[in-house]
């Protein structure tokens, strides 16, 4: 039977249980993310000393005693960020119902042997290329996604069609687009060739194909789509298909700015 843990309500702060929920917990884990996670335990996926789990909102002071599929959950390992070129035909998933390739595919030669599980920061279409970050960590996979957090994320688009830089420059006070709201975006004509053109573009919300979506609304119609950055990372020259894993100061540094709360 499932067991009925703990749950947050109004008691007294010294009388409530001590801890976070569990779904943070094996989010920061890297089990999955906290959307993920919930799932997994609506599922019976989870349990607590061998009990399974029914609810998201239990609260732990830590993971022991818990597991994932009968396999005991260990001590979240330190955050590592990768960076992969996904190349286009691929859907940023696990799986794909329609049997379509996801990027594991590509990731199981493309990582380390000792990566471990990782998950993608955000989602590129199947028709978008370019850089994808993936992390161990579901906490900070869920920060940078969040558009409160502000995290920067650049592209380049080939385009078809007429549009001049002062139409771009009206985009830095957002657009609205059937009943959507879009917030600022920097947008820069860098050239064109009769009507073919290549725009760069940085927005910090991430909506879904916000990119294509507001160009198409310029009347645009975008036939390549490349991710060049996300926050400080860029794609350079990252071979297609391939992986790198993102060390030193400057990733520390960027995430404890992470960790302190919107970037400026």
Do not use: C
Request: aromatic share 4%; charged share 30%; no cysteine.
């Amino acid at each position: 039977m499932p067991t009925q843990p703990p749950r947050s309500d109004n008691r007294p702060e010294g009388d409530r249980p001590k801890g976070e929920r569990i779904a943070k917990l094996l989010a920061r884990a890297g089990v999955a993310s906290r959307r993920e996670v919930e799932r997994m335990i609506a599922e019976g996926r989870v349990a607590l000393d061998g009990k399974v789990l029914d609810t998201p909102a239990t609260i732990l002071p830590s993971l022991r005693g818990v597991s994932v599929d009968g396999k005991p959950v260990t001590a979240a390992e330190a955050t590592r960020l990768f960076a992969f070129h996904k190349p286009t035909g691929l859907i940023t998933a696990e799986r794909d119902p329609a049997g379509r390739p996801t990027i594991y595919t590509a990731l199981r030669n493309a990582l380390p042997k000792n990566a471990g599980r990782v998950m993608p920061v955000g989602r590129l279409d199947l028709n978008t290329e370019g850089l994808l970050l993936l992390t161990n960590d579901g906490a900070v996979k869920r920060t940078l996604e969040l558009p409160a957090s502000r995290v920067p994320r650049t592209y380049r688009a080939r385009a078809f069609g007429d549009v001049t830089q002062a139409q771009l420059e009206d985009l830095i006070e957002g657009v609205e687009i059937d009943g959507m709201r879009y917030g600022p975006i920097d947008a820069n004509l860098e050239r064109s060739s009769g009507r073919n053109l290549w725009i760069e573009m940085t927005i910090t919300e991430g909506k879904n194909r916000e990119v294509r979506r507001v160009l198409e609304h310029l009347g645009l119609q975008v036939n390549r789509l490349i991710r060049v950055g996300y926050g400080p990372f860029n794609l350079g020259d990252l071979p297609r298909g391939q992986a790198v894993e993102l060390k030193g100061k400057p990733v520390d540094r960027f995430l404890a700015e992470l960790a302190r709360g919107p970037l400026k």
